[in-house]
C-alpha cells in the first residue's frame, strides 16, 4: 500500500514525497442511534478504513484527490474560502474539517497537497465519512505539530459533520475511530464521553459484515427526522421528569411516563432509544462474562426494534438480517450504522463463515436482484502515521 500510494501522489501532485497516514472504518455491534440520545454505544475499529498521503505546500491552496473518485479529479480551494460546494463532493469532508480546526484558533500558515484511499465501501454504513473526517484532523495534528488530542479531533470532526455538511451526527462514529485499540471494542456513555475498552474475546466465531450495495447518503436520509422526533419526545417526557436525555430513562421509567409523549410515532422512537440503550449495558455485561450467545440475542433484539420501532431498516437490511438468522453457526446479525441501506454485522461461528456467506448470498440476489458483499474483519486501532 505504500508504494501504492507514494506513487499515485507523485504522478498527481509531483515528485515531492508526502508523509502517510490511516485512520480505520468502524462497526457499531450494538447500540444503534442512541449516540444522540444520551445513550451508550459499543462500536469498534476496524483494520479497514482510510489512507491518506499529504504534504505542505507553500501556496494559500488546498488541493484534494481521492483514488476512489478518480473522475473528480484534483478539486482545489482557497486555504481562506473553505464553504462548502455541492461540486467539491466528498472533498466537502476534509474542508469542513480544515475549516473548523481553524476556527478554534489553530494556525493553518499554508496550504496542501492531499491524496486519499478507501478500502471502506462506499455508502456503506462502516462510516467512510468519519474516517475521512478523522484522518484529515490527524493530518493537521501532524503535519502542523498542533497539541490537540484524539477525542478532540473526534469532537472537531463530528462538528464539521453537523454545522459543515448539515448531518445531525451523534459522536459515535468520529470517536470510536479517533479513539480505536486493537481487539477492543469501546463502551462509550455518549452523555458525558466516559468511555472503557472491553477486550473482543469472540472465541471460535468472526465478525461478518454484510454491505447491501444500496447507495444512501446520510444528509438525504431520514436521519435528521429521527432525530427530531427523539428531540420532541424528550421535550414532553421533560414535562414530567427530571431527565436531560431519554438515555437516562430504565425500561420501567419509560413505560410510566410514556402517554405524556402523546403521539405514537414518537412513543416508539423515544421507546428504541431507551430499550436500545439498556440492550447494549446488557451487552457489554454479557461479553465481559463470556456470554457470547447472550450477546447475541441482544444483537437480534436491537435489529426488531430497529424495524419495528425506528423503521430504519427496509428490505434490503431486514432481508440479510431474516436470511442470516436462520443460518447454522450464527450467534446474532443486526443492521449497523444508521439505516436505509448500508450494512449488517453478524457473530458466526468460525466453521460456518463461508456458507453463511454462500447462502445469506444467494437468498439476498434472489430477492433483491443484486448482490451484497461479505467481509469478514478484524478489529483495529486508531489513526497512525505509517
Known sequence: MRQELLKSFKEIFGEREPELFFAPGRVNLIGEHTDYNGGHVFPCALTIGTYGAARKNGEKVL????????????????????IYDSKDDWANYPKGVIKTIKEKGYAIEEGLDMLYYGNIPNASGLSSSASVEVLTGFILKELFDFDISLIDIALISQYAENHFIGVNCGIMDQFSIAMGKKDHAIFLDTSDLSYEYAPIKLKDSKIVIACSNKKRGLGDSKYNERRQECEDALAALQKQVNIKALGELKEDEFEKFKDAIGDPIRTKRARH???????TIKAVEALKAGNIALFGELMNASHVSLRDDYEVTGIELDTLVEAAWKQEGVIGSRMTGAGFGGCTVSIVRDDCVDSFIREVGKIYEDKIGYKADFYVVEVGGGPVRL
Open 63 to 82: 488541493r484534494f484527490y481521492s483514488l476512489n473518485f478518480k473522475e473528480l479529479g484534483v478539486i482545489e480551494v482557497a486555504l481562506e474560502n473553505l
Open 273 to 279: 432509544a431507551v430499550y436500545e440503550n439498556q440492550r
